[in-house]
């Protein structure tokens, strides 16, 4: 469980101490990617706790949803409708929810100690 959380520390801060900007016009896309890229990773250290977590299926997933989510975001763009509310309110409804889970499974095991 400490190695998913030491990976997201380790990237947090590369993301803060390296000097790479993205383009205003590619912030939507970055923003989507990154919420999507957030889930999987949400995902992962909730499949974790429960013993069920496949570093396929971890890494397939983390690639797939930001791609899908910026491509959608691409293709909404093009046809003048904001397709990217749709990832935006996907993700985010399991964002929380996978947060939640992993958060009442920590608490749950903090009280057993």
Avoid: C, H, W
């Amino acid at each position: 469980m400490l190695l998913p959380l030491l990976g997201l520390l380790i990237g947090i801060i590369i993301g803060f101490l390296s000097p790479v900007t993205i383009p205003i016009q590619y912030s939507t896309y970055m923003s989507i990617a990154i919420l999507a890229a957030l889930d999987s990773v949400f995902g992962g250290i909730r499949s974790s706790l429960e013993n069920t977590f496949d570093v396929e299926i971890f890494i397939s997933g983390f690639f797939a949803n930001a791609i899908l989510a910026a491509a959608l975001t691409y293709i909404g763009d093009q046809l003048g409708v904001p397709i990217y509310y749709a990832a935006i309110f996907a993700f985010g409804v399991r964002l929380f929810q996978n947060f939640a889970i992993v958060r009442r499974y920590l608490l749950v095991k903090i009280k057993k100690q």
